[in-house]
Structures are given as structure tokens and as C-alpha cells.
């Protein structure tokens, strides 16, 4: 069986509210690669700050391993989408066959003719 030769293990920077250019700059400082997968254009990307990362701060990783870091979003991405919560009056109807069928007449009608 081959052993892998024992590389240097480097402790992992904290990027978390850090810049894109400064997150760079660290984990070249500290031998880390860094990836974003929310940015495809992270090498250009300057002010955006890094809300997540992976592994945490403080791990001890292989030199040269690769650490991944998400951004806050920009304006027009994410925002929630999951719509007004608060209850809106007035409240629909229960549908059903109520909706679908007229009211009853009373049950007893006097029949003339």
C-alpha cells in the first residue's frame, strides 16, 4: 500500500467579515487556496464580505488544502422569496361544496297551485 508522503498541516485563518481581496490575501498568507461557489467570478470579485466558511477557523488543514467561503448576497440574489407571512383580511372562504352548491331553502315549503 502506498502512504502519501506527511505534508505541513497550517491552521485555518478566520475569514468571516473579511473582504474578497482580503480573504485572498490571507490564505495565501497562511497556504490555503480558497473557493467560493456562490461567485464564479470570485477572482474579480473585491467587496463583497465572507458570512460563511468551511472549514471553521482554528482547523488544522494540509498546506495547500482548499477552503470554501460563501458571500453576503448582492443586490437582486436571495432575498427570502418565501413570501407575507402576516394574515390577510379578509380570509377566503372554505371552498368546498359550500362554494360549489346554492344555499338551502327551508327545509318545509308550502306548496300552492
Do not use: C, N, S
Not at 54 to 74: I, N
Not at 77 to 104: F, I, K, M
Amino acid at each position: 500500500m502506498l502512504i502519501p508522503p506527511k505534508t505541513p498541516e497550517v491552521r485555518v485563518p478566520r475569514f468571516i467579515g473579511l473582504m474578497a481581496v482580503d480573504a485572498r490575501e490571507a490564505a495565501a498568507a497562511q497556504g490555503v487556496l480558497l473557493a467560493a461557489p456562490d461567485r464564479p467570478d470570485f477572482r474579480g470579485t473585491v467587496v463583497d464580505y465572507v458570512v460563511r466558511q468551511y472549514p471553521p477557523p482554528g482547523v488544522e488543514v494540509p498546506l495547500g488544502a482548499v477552503v470554501t467561503v460563501w458571500f453576503e448576497f448582492r443586490e437582486g440574489e436571495g432575498g427570502g422569496g418565501a413570501g407575507v407571512r402576516e394574515p390577510r383580511v379578509p380570509r377566503p372562504g372554505g371552498g368546498g361544496l359550500e362554494r360549489e352548491l346554492d344555499r338551502p331553502k327551508a327545509p318545509f315549503e308550502a306548496i300552492t297551485g
